[in-house]
């Protein structure tokens, strides 16, 4: 049965009292059985709660009787049967149940047992105390131990009874797991004949029940009915099967036994036994998660049946990839299956689920996920060395601190059809830059060389370019275009390297839209070297390139700051995430059709440090307000977290003053605070409300305002709190928000989910952090825009957008390069989407739409696709700055209805949805769209310079590449 709820905001182990039956699991007597069994059975398999099972059970006998002693061999009988669980058919039926660490092990230890004639008994019927009392006298005369995997089970004779009264035997929920089972009585007997003796007998079944019980749900939240409130024994109460002449229905270590059939969610059923059955899986957790590699884990109990194992994954529930298959022997037990993934992309989710099969069936485990490390980072990345073609001396590749990749390589060159050199690499996917600063090259030869290189495989004939420099400062672009071609050589420069006064020269390839350009940058003057057609795969290989031109040494060449990196969406603009303290399990995030998926671990936010994971924006000033929605929490705990947080960038990190809200998968929402670094935490307020839930911190001078909403719109204060700003501005910091997880555990990942999350200023339209208003052209009137619970309202006149000049109300974020290579990539290959709810119809030719142009000329360059009243979508662009407008294409709809513009270059794309996910392309466009400034955004226009027209957008998102 569950556990009851302990206090919001009570973050200590609760004690839990004996007088409540909700903190109990029971064995009932027969004459209540049948309800229970029938109405378990209705609710179907068993289900998982969320909590810890007892891995590896370790079992305890107390025979508590200070009168007259127990029938001959009650003691004798019960201590054998409990040897006799271990490893048994019958006790495998719980090697099927599993938690987030793992499946149960199928093995029982007997810890010890003590007979207890002096203490007496309490007057009342035995509370939880009077057992935890009972239990520690125990462990202090034999000196045992315990863990969270022990459970101790204290016999007393006939009249002694419990607090929930007209049972067997009950099981408490307490660490360690404490229970008694009562001295046969009416209701208790599995009936004639028996193997053993009546009493005897009675009591081993119980003492089955409660065993059983206890491994698979300990405290309560493991597995049950969550209608019937009924545990693998509950379901199957005073059920035995087929029994022998003698009575029992099983044989246990040569011993017979007459015990209750268990619960199996395998076979849907009651039953003796789990042997010779389908495999029980378990899928645990990604090891060693690099950029472009994982190690997956998972465990197997064959159930006496040879099987064979593997791990499937990839980027979707559809999977596709799968690690080597394991054999394993029908006798081996629980038995863990791993692989390692190769050629992932970075900064990309993954599924990936453990998959088992023997002549009994196939069972797959449930779906996990892990996050590659982001591109482009050297610290944490994963560098693969190869010696590529006949080298002479084998190379090598070490980063230094993280920062420096030093190689070190042999071969005779790279040139003619096929190259002799040391490669250090990663996977690229698709388009991306390759880049590092040289600072050494050794002269081994004139010709040696140190550089970056794009090359479709490691075969020494392969497709490559290749930018390098030689040990005189010579600069060589050169590519191989087709596998087994020769070597061209495009271009070249001269630079200094280091000792020579300056900086490290910084080299760059870029791959974007069917390109590959090279540049050479000092001091943050940058040059193209020059530029060649893209003839490679979209999977290729990127890094660093040595050659000695000598087979018989190495040549050493430092690469500082070395990176590849993908031009992938991301997050949007300003957010970004890591872990904060010791997490346990590395967190991620992702961002996809306006939803946080926030996976993070870690113990706790609270205490005097925190450890979680962080989605962060930064800054917050004064008056600024972050919302969110959590949609979804997991039940790793029932104190893990998904909420927002404002923290006092002290330089304290995991034990920065913060203030939190969150809410927990009870559904109680906690509002917290740090009053200043390393201080404890403090609980400030709670309410319970399920999700999803609205939540809102507000800045407001000295104070920090928590808030909740059901609607997004009507919200109520939780608390308030004032944190030590004082302390922080004496450090220089400044206050930041974000969006936080913790699963309270740092062996598993809490995945949870927020939607409408935005950052918003003190300004009275409440538009989110790098969005703003402005008309453009000769409106007529002035338009305007608010943003309130994920709706942007804006209103619009303007005679049209059409001709050579447009007039219309803008709501847009801008963007501008910096002049440094691969720069230019969110400008060039950026997307806006917005859902249209509403078009005030103030003219069959009035607009609400998205739009990315050049500027706010009303003249700019600029590509729309917009909904007028009439449900016509109208895909247009003005293909030069002054030109006029043309209509490309169009469909009609009706609302609400998905808008997006995508940008790839100069080429953009019109596509419409009435869900958000399936896309139809309108038309697409190539007008000349500067490639170093853009602004994207919704719009609206009234055609109707007297007038304006309100219209509605949700789920607004520009998407850039990271």
Not at 312 to 330: E, F, L, R, S, V
Request: glycine fraction near 12%.
């Amino acid at each position: 049965m569950a556990a009851a709820p302990r206090p919001a905001g009570e973050e200590q182990e609760p004690l839990l009292g004996a007088d409540d039956s909700a903190v109990a699991g029971i064995a009932r007597r027969q004459d209540d059985a049948a309800q229970t069994a029938a109405s378990a059975t209705a609710a179907g398999d068993v289900t998982y709660h969320g909590g810890m099972i007892q891995r590896s059970q370790k079992v305890f006998t107390i025979f508590w009787n200070p009168g007259a002693p127990f029938p001959e061999g009650y003691q004798t009988t019960i201590n054998q049967f409990v040897r006799d669980l271990d490893g048994s058919s019958y006790y495998a039926i719980a090697s099927q149940y599993s938690d987030q660490t793992g499946l149960i092990s199928g093995r029982l230890t007997f810890g010890g047992t003590w007979l207890d004639t002096a203490n007496p008994f309490p007057d009342t019927a035995l509370s939880y105390a009077d057992l935890a009392d009972e239990v520690d006298r125990a462990k202090t005369a034999n000196g045992w131990t315990s863990d969270f995997n022990s459970y101790f089970q204290v016999y007393t004779p006939a009249g002694i009874v419990s607090l929930v009264s007209g049972v067997c035997g009950l099981h408490y929920f307490a660490n360690p797991a404490v229970g008694q089972i009562l001295f046969p009585q009416t209701g208790c007997f599995p009936g004639a004949p028996y193997p053993h003796d009546a009493i005897i007998d009675a009591a081993i079944n119980t003492s089955a029940h409660e065993i059983m019980e206890t491994a698979t749900d300990p405290r309560g939240d493991g597995w049950y009915h969550l209608d019937a409130t009924g545990e693998i024994s509950d379901v199957c109460n005073f059920g035995f099967g087929i029994r022998g002449a003698d009575g029992s229905n099983v044989v246990l270590g040569g011993h017979p036994y007459v015990v209750q059939l268990q619960y199996s969610n395998m076979t849907s059923g009651c039953v003796a036994s789990l042997a010779a059955v389908r495999p029980s899986v378990f899928t645990g957790a990604a090891t060693a998660v690099g950029s472009f590699q994982a190690t997956l884990n998972g465990t197997v109990n064959p159930n006496g049946l040879t099987t064979t194992a593997f791990l499937q994954y990839g980027p979707t529930t559809a999977y596709g990839g799968q690690t080597p298959a394991k054999t394993i022997a029908a006798n081996a037990g629980i038995t863990p299956v791993s692989g390692v993934t190769a050629a992932l992309a970075c900064s990309s989710l993954y599924h990936f689920r453990a998959v088992a099969t023997n002549s009994g069936g196939t069972t797959t485990a449930s779906d996990s996920t892990f996050t590659t490390t982001a591109c482009g980072s050297s610290s944490g990345t994963t560098w693969i060395y190869r010696d590529i073609g006949t080298v002479g001396t084998a190379g090598s590749a070490s980063l230094s601190g993280g920062a420096d990749l030093t190689v070190n390589s042999a071969g005779a060159d790279i040139w003619g059809t096929a190259d002799s050199f040391g490669y250090a690499y990663q996977p690229l996917t698709g388009d991306g830059e390759v880049s590092a600063s040289v600072a050494a090259v050794e002269n081994t030869h004139p010709f040696a060389k140190g550089g970056i290189m794009l090359r479709t495989t490691t075969a020494a004939n392969s497709a490559f370019v290749l930018l390098d420099i030689r040990p005189d400062g010579q600069i060589e672009f050169m590519t191989r275009p087709q596998p087994g071609g020769s070597v061209t050589f495009i271009a070249g420069a001269s630079t200094s390297l280091p000792p020579s006064p300056g900086p490290a020269p910084r080299l760059i390839l870029t791959r974007a839209d069917g390109v590959i350009a090279a540049y050479l940058g000092v001091s943050n003057v940058w040059k193209a070297i020059g530029s060649v057609p893209d003839t490679m795969p979209r999977g290729i290989l990127a890094g660093m390139a040595v050659t000695s031109h000598d087979r018989s040494t190495l040549n050493t060449t430092v690469f500082a700051g070395p990176f590849v990196r993908n031009f992938l969406l991301g997050l949007p603009q300003g957010w970004t995430d890591r872990d904060v303290g010791e997490v346990g399990v590395a967190g991620n995030s992702t961002y996809q059709n306006g939803v946080f998926t926030v996976r993070g671990a870690g113990a706790n936010i609270w205490g005097t440090a925190d450890s979680y994971h962080l989605v962060q924006f930064a800054p917050f000033p004064d008056g600024s307000s972050i919302v969110a929605r959590v949609t979804h929490v997991d039940n790793t705990n029932a104190y893990a977290k998904a909420g927002i947080i404002l923290v006092l960038d002290d330089g304290a990190d995991a034990a920065n003053a913060d203030v939190v809200l969150d809410v927990r998968p009870t559904g109680d929402v906690e509002f917290m605070m740090r009053p200043s670094a390393g201080a404890p935490t403090q609980f400030l307020a709670s309410v319970r409300i399920t999700t999803p839930i609205w939540l809102k911190l507000t800045l407001m001078g000295p104070a920090v305002n928590g808030y909740t909403s059901t609607d997004g719109l009507n919200w109520s204060l939780v608390g308030s709190a004032q944190p030590d700003f004082g302390q922080m501005n004496v450090r220089g910091g400044r206050p930041f928000v974000g969006l936080a997880v913790a699963s309270r555990d740092t062996l598993r990942l809490n995945t949870s989910t927020f939607d409408n999350v935005s950052v918003v200023g003190s300004d009275p339209s409440g538009l989110p952090a790098f969005w703003s208003s402005h008309d453009v052209g000769a409106t007529g009137r002035p338009g305007s825009a608010f943003f309130d619970g994920g709706i942007f309202s804006v209103s619009g006149a303007g005679a049209n957008i059409w001709g050579t000049a447009d007039a219309f109300q803008f709501v847009s974020q801008s963007l501008a390069v910096s002049g440094v290579p691969g720069d230019d990539y969110p400008v060039t290959h950026s997307q806006i989407v917005a859902r249209v709810t509403a078009v005030a119809p103030t003219d069959p030719f009035a607009k609400a739409g998205v739009m990315i142009r050049d500027s706010n000329d009303p003249g700019s360059v600029d590509v729309v696709l917009d909904i007028r009243p009439t449900g016509d979508v109208e895909f247009m662009t003005r293909s030069a700055t002054g030109g006029s407008t043309k209509y490309i294409g169009g469909v009609n709809v009706g609302l609400p209805v998905w808008l997006s513009l995508a940008r790839q270059g100069y080429r953009v794309t019109g596509s419409v949805s009435a869900d958000g996910v399936h896309w139809t392309t309108v038309g697409a466009a190539t007008p000349a769209l500067s490639s170093r400034q853009t602004e994207l955004g919704i719009v609206v226009n009234s055609h109707d310079t007297r007038t304006t027209n309100r219209s509605t957008f949700d789920n607004v998102e520009v998407r850039l590449p990271q």
